[in-house]
């Protein structure tokens, strides 16, 4: 008796383990089916979000953390193409053009959602103009380091990990090398290449090469200096603060909109990110919609002694434009001289700005010039005073040509109202009389 119970009890205990194994695979096999429904769901409901309301996207692509970002415009359809456009220089690269020339180029591929660990966009066929980031080639120097990359190239990533979509957004990271991202909805309508010369012309606006350095500035009243913005590889540092030992550089998107740091900045307390177009050419931060990026004060950038403008005279108004076409018939009545241009500096050797006017008398140009002195009233006005000197030149032609001395005594006793087309690129400098608003001068960099 003893030993049937006990042959009974192992069999329960047989039966008891076989039972749960099988309550178990049933369990696991449960769970996979809900888990494989669930991609299959997102997998779907991804596709369905970026083939919706014509499929065009904007993609803000980073192939790593040292070179800047760039734009493409991607337009995804059902049939499982995408046409992938974008203007940069690795497209003129792939071309065979210069790498420092924004190329234009469109071309349509394949793409997929699959599934991982969670649905992953796959730009799954080779597009030289996409691809060329992730292609394991050296990269063509384009600075003074010679840097082999052969075996890994750009580092840049074709497949992206679809992490939420929110508000026409998609949120993704690069599957490979973990990079956020972000793609937005952009109108079915929209002309690709037009789109991109947009683009290119955006960044043209905010960084311009002839302006040496802009600001952040923040809402407590402290400024970040950035330099080499028009490399999208931003040098900055704390003003006041030592440029060689507390410099950090950062790497920038510009979009059609604005501008995207690649991660949030905290600088001073502000976490900073993405900045926005104004319509005076400055950004604005999205963040805090306070923190702005711009050049300075006007009265502050239109004196810097290094800068050399030159007066575009057929855009003088009023007093300086009649003041300007007496000076050339003077000028004509004077041995045929013809006026070439006007420009305005600064000469360190005798700390003072001058006004040089070229002109041409055959093969030869005179350049009679004058002096004067410049202070900034406020942050947007500038006062200049002629000091009633200048050089030899400049006590002949004042007589010959009178209108050369008119036009420095009315600038004399003008305060002038600063304006530029860009806060942040004040490349082109309207000086208005703030006393009589026809009267003004256009000066360009």
Same mark, same amino acid.
């Given at each position: 008796?003893?030993?049937?119970?006990?042959?009974?009890?192992?069999?329960?205990?047989?039966?008891?383990?076989?039972?749960?194994?099988?309550?178990?695979?049933?369990?696991?096999?449960?769970?996979?089916?809900?888990?494989?429904?669930?991609?299959?769901?997102?997998?779907? +409901?991804?596709?369905?979000?970026?083939?919706?309301?014509?499929?065009?996207?904007?993609?803000?692509?980073?192939?790593?953390?040292?070179?800047?970002?760039?734009?493409?415009?991607?337009?995804?359809?059902?049939?499982?193409?995408?046409? =992938?456009?974008?203007?940069? +220089?690795?497209?003129?690269? %792939?071309?065979?053009?210069?790498?420092?020339?924004?190329?234009?180029?469109?071309?349509?591929?394949?793409?997929?959602? =699959?599934?991982?660990?969670?649905?992953?966009?796959?730009?799954?066929?080779?597009?030289?103009?996409?691809?060329?980031?992730?292609?394991?080639?050296?990269?063509?120097?384009?600075?003074? /380091?010679?840097?082999?990359?052969?075996?890994?190239?750009? /580092?840049?990533?074709?497949?992206?990990?679809?992490?939420?979509?929110?508000?026409?957004?998609?949120?993704?990271?690069?599957?490979?090398?973990?990079?956020?991202?972000?793609?937005?909805?952009?109108?079915?309508?929209?002309?690709?290449?037009?789109?991109?010369? /947009?683009?290119?012309?955006?960044?043209?606006?905010?960084?311009?090469?002839?302006?040496?350095?802009?600001? =952040?500035?923040?809402?407590?009243?402290?400024?970040?200096?950035?330099?080499?913005?028009?490399?999208?590889?931003?040098?900055?540092?704390?003003?006041?603060?030592?440029?060689?030992?507390?410099?950090?550089?950062?790497?920038?998107?510009?979009?059609?909109?604005?501008?995207?740091?690649?991660?949030?900045?905290?600088?001073?307390?502000?976490?900073?990110?993405?900045?926005? *177009?104004?319509?005076?050419?400055?950004?604005?931060? *999205?963040?805090?919609? /306070?923190?702005? =990026?711009?050049?300075?004060?006007?009265?502050?950038?239109?004196?810097?002694?290094?800068?050399?403008?030159?007066?575009?005279?057929?855009?003088?108004?009023?007093?300086?434009?009649?003041? %300007?076409?007496?000076?050339?018939?003077?000028?004509?009545?004077?041995?045929?001289?013809?006026?070439?241009?006007?420009?305005?500096?600064?000469?360190?050797?005798?700390? %003072?700005?001058?006004?040089?006017?070229?002109?041409?008398?055959?093969?030869?140009?005179?350049?009679?010039?004058?002096?004067?002195?410049?202070?900034? %009233?406020?942050?947007?006005?500038?006062?200049?005073?002629?000091?009633?000197?200048?050089?030899?030149?400049?006590?002949?032609?004042?007589? *010959?040509?009178?209108?050369?001395?008119?036009?420095?005594?009315?600038?004399?006793?003008?305060?002038?109202?600063?304006?530029?087309?860009?806060?942040?690129?004040?490349?082109?400098?309207?000086?208005?009389?703030?006393?009589?608003?026809?009267?003004?001068?256009?000066?360009?960099?």
């Amino acid at each position: 008796m003893k030993k049937f119970l006990n042959i009974s009890l192992l069999s329960l205990v047989a039966l008891s383990t076989l039972s749960l194994s099988s309550c178990k695979n049933e369990i696991d096999e449960i769970f996979d089916e809900d888990a494989v429904a669930r991609l299959d769901k997102a997998k779907n +409901e991804y596709i369905d979000i970026l083939t919706s309301n014509g499929g065009k996207w904007q993609m803000e692509y980073y192939a790593n953390g040292d070179e800047p970002g760039y734009v493409y415009l991607m337009t995804f359809r059902k049939d499982g193409s995408v046409t =992938i456009s974008g203007k940069n +220089e690795w497209i003129g690269y %792939v071309e065979g053009e210069s790498l420092k020339v924004p190329t234009y180029g469109s071309l349509t591929s394949l793409w997929d959602v =699959i599934t991982d660990n969670g649905p992953v966009l796959s730009l799954n066929s080779y597009n030289k103009y996409f691809h060329v980031f992730a292609s394991p080639e050296d990269i063509p120097s384009m600075s003074e /380091e010679d840097i082999d990359e052969t075996g890994y190239g750009h /580092e840049g990533d074709y497949e992206f990990d679809l992490m939420k979509y929110s508000n026409d957004t998609l949120y993704i990271t690069g599957k490979k090398y973990g990079i956020d991202m972000i793609m937005t909805r952009v109108d079915a309508g929209v002309d690709d290449e037009v789109y991109m010369n /947009e683009v290119v012309a955006m960044a043209d606006s905010f960084f311009n090469a002839k302006i040496p350095q802009v600001y =952040i500035n923040l809402p407590n009243g402290i400024r970040w200096i950035v330099k080499d913005g028009a490399t999208s590889i931003l040098k900055m540092f704390r003003e006041g603060d030592d440029e060689i030992s507390t410099s950090e550089t950062h790497n920038v998107i510009i979009t059609h909109d604005g501008l995207s740091f690649m991660n949030p900045l905290t600088i001073d307390g502000y976490t900073i990110q993405s900045f926005i *177009r104004q319509a005076d050419g400055s950004l604005l931060c *999205r963040d805090d919609n /306070e923190t702005t =990026i711009t050049a300075g004060d006007l009265s502050d950038v239109i004196l810097i002694p290094s800068f050399i403008w030159k007066c575009d005279t057929t855009q003088f108004g009023g007093v300086f434009k009649e003041q %300007v076409q007496s000076l050339r018939t003077e000028l004509n009545n004077y041995s045929k001289r013809k006026l070439s241009s006007i420009q305005v500096t600064f000469n360190s050797n005798l700390n %003072v700005y001058t006004v040089d006017f070229a002109c041409v008398s055959g093969k030869n140009t005179f350049h009679p010039t004058f002096y004067m002195t410049a202070e900034a %009233v406020n942050d947007n006005q500038v006062k200049f005073s002629y000091t009633g000197e200048g050089d030899a030149a400049s006590a002949i032609y004042a007589d *010959r040509c009178p209108s050369m001395l008119s036009i420095m005594e009315t600038i004399s006793r003008t305060t002038f109202t600063l304006s530029a087309g860009s806060l942040l690129a004040p490349v082109d400098m309207k000086l208005t009389d703030s006393s009589n608003a026809s009267n003004y001068m256009l000066w360009r960099l």
